[in-house]
T-cell receptor, first 114, second 112 residues
């Protein structure tokens, strides 16, 4: 079974630009979550989608948005990029609704904003 | 909201020595606990999880953890570490809806 796939692996963008990151969950998984990882803040929850609906949202500005498609693939978008958005963005998929299920992580997209 | 505290940001340990990585969480009615490992430039890989039942949980690569409800702790242990265990370790708590709360991580460095 293929794991969680995130594309691209690396991105370099300029301040003010926007960026879209993609995540393909494990086949059959309906829940997709996004996290931002930085050396200073650690792993921070961005949002979680289940069956195309955003169920939870972390404490990030509105520049960060996401969506999930009917095939469970998810995208996250960051508009008006700032230097502080440089981070590793991780996507995780889970098979079931409800807590306690393992989250399977992709390898992440390393975003650098210059 | 849950919170997770990893008490040690960096833990150096000699090869073949035992190690304990500490994790405390905020109390909740139902708690699911996890330890993940992250190697450089990689995503997170599950080491072990506690959902219910036996408080001693065994995971991959010889790691184990003990759930202590009274102390709200979930410490990770390994009796003998290897160079390949050098990595970042994250403790996490999950809530219904699959939202995970992660600790700030512990960097384990195994010294030859």
């Amino acid at each position: 079974k293929a794991g969680v796939t995130q594309t691209p692996r690396y991105l370099i963008k300029t301040r003010g630009q926007q960026v879209t990151l993609s995540c393909s969950p494990i086949s059959g998984h309906r829940s997709v979550s996004w996290y931002q990882q930085t050396p200073g803040q650690g792993l921070q929850f961005l949002f979680e989608y289940f069956s195309e609906t955003q169920r939870n949202k972390g404490n990030f500005p509105g520049r960060f948005s996401g969506r999930q498609f009917s095939n469970s693939r998810s995208e996250m978008n960051v508009s008006t990029l700032e230097l502080g958005d440089s981070a590793l963005y991780l996507c995780a998929s889970s098979p079931l609704d409800g807590g306690g299920t393992e989250a399977f992580f992709g390898q992440g997209t390393r975003l650098t904003v210059v | 909201a849950q919170s997770v505290t990893q008490l040690d940001s960096q833990v150096p340990v000699f090869e073949e020595a035992p190690v304990e990585l500490r994790c405390n969480y905020s109390s909740s009615v139902s708690v699911y606990l996890f330890w993940y490992v992250q190697y450089p430039n990689q995503g997170l890989q599950l080491l072990l999880k506690y959902l219910s039942g036996s408080t001693l949980v065994k995971g991959i690569n010889g790691f184990e953890a003990e759930f202590n409800k009274s102390q709200t702790s979930f410490h990770l242990r390994k009796p003998s570490v290897h160079i390949s265990d050098t990595a970042e370790y994250f403790c996490a708590v999950s809530e219904p809806g699959n939202q995970f709360y992660f600790g700030t991580g512990t960097s384990l460095t195994v010294i030859p």
